[in-house]
């Protein structure tokens, strides 16, 4: 169910490295937050510098032109704890992988109900698991 | 209000096509949540084949190269029938006008405060309305 | 914290103006809602007029091709005041500073959990604040 928007720098990536970023991503969401075998649905989006604007020192972390912007969207049924070691796991595989800086990797997650969600069929599946049959 | 982000692979859509996975979202919000008229706000981008990942057998759901995925952000003041009623007859719509395949119709829905939309002149317009005049 | 996300026509900016966009964005975050100094995350896409729909007169508001349309994720700690204050701050600047018709400013905000956002390194920031030390 999760839903990934990646955002980097126009040309940062080759496409291998763009397999292996939605590989580790999807494997992070594997190992820490239950996510179920082959639920990924991720896109990429490369922006121009025009296009594409950020703080290269905000929290003191120096971030470069390298810089890999993921937005989440998943269900609500997560803990505190778990979402730290979603992030933790995201960012050492990128490091470990890609060779990415840890301080490229910036992380937004946004939770919706788990009602909230359509794979296909127009049925909302884990709303239906849900109710009594 | 909603604003909705549709994300296909490159050129799996004419104009024309586009414009009837536009107004058939449009009025399938219209039909199911009480979406006032002409309250349509909508992207559309496609992605190349290395930027678009996606599992083709998630939940059984045998997803082609077709595949809708579409994200929509709502004030969080429907029930969870009427969001099913909305998955359905956006899927249903979209076979019904595009041929597309209904295992291809993905939804995620991203609910928020009705203060939280500003639809001109900088006046959060759903918040005043709340407000004692 | 704020992840912005600007959607315009094609065309309808120079890079002049897309920056002086960014820049008013981030200072009307800053005036409102206690946005710290370099917290700014941005990316702005054209779309072609078949890519991008809305309505043009949603509430009596007279919208043009000169359309605005931004997506604001941050967390969930302002009051409705203060979203109504950044709102309005962000409308007037644009009018201002790019001569923007206020018709044209149109803002939608999600708000997450302040342990959602990971800006580097693969920790929760604002989830470590919070925890006892």
Known sequence: ???????????SKTETQKRTLFNEI?????????????????????YATEDFDFGRHYMNIARSDDLILIRLTVSNTRSADQKQALF????????????????????????????????????????????PT
């Open 88 to 131: 933790k796991r995201i960012a050492d595989g990128l490091v470990r992988e890609l060779g990415v800086r840890p301080e490229d990797v910036f992380i937004s997650l946004v939770e919706t109900n788990p009602e909230n969600w359509s794979f296909g069929h127009g049925i909302a599946q884990y709303a239906e698991k849900a109710l």
């Open 26 to 46: 999807y494997l992070s969401m594997r190992e820490t937050i239950d996510v179920p075998e082959d639920d990924r649905f991720m896109t990429l989006t490369e």
């Open 1 to 11: 169910m999760p839903l990934t928007q990646i955002s980097i720098r126009k040309g």
